[in-house]
């Protein structure tokens, strides 16, 4: 009674993936330029304080309730 489907066309398609010719020089340029940057780490990381709110939050939660002693927490602070 209502709107049938259309029929599905079966086509059949080839999928190339070209690689167009790379500079070398850039190509050394990129990989040098994405070390540099993945490997970068501050010299002198400053530790930040969060707002009062988000430490009352967490208090009020217990997440701020932290044995040191605690056996399953050792090996983090070896």
């Not at 167009?20 to 501050?42: E, H, K, M, N, S």
């Not at 988000?54 to 399953?72: A, C, H, K, S, T």
């Amino acid at each position: 009674m209502g709107n049938k489907p259309a029929k599905q066309e079966q086509r059949e398609q080839i999928l190339l993936k070209i690689v167009p010719p790379l500079d070398q020089a850039y190509v050394r340029w990129l990989a040098r330029d994405i070390q540099r940057i993945r490997g970068f780490t501050p010299r002198n990381p400053r530790a930040v304080k969060p707002p009062d709110e988000y430490i009352e939050y967490m208090r009020l939660n217990g997440w701020l309730d932290v044995d040191l002693d605690d056996p399953d927490l050792a090996h983090l602070f070896k």
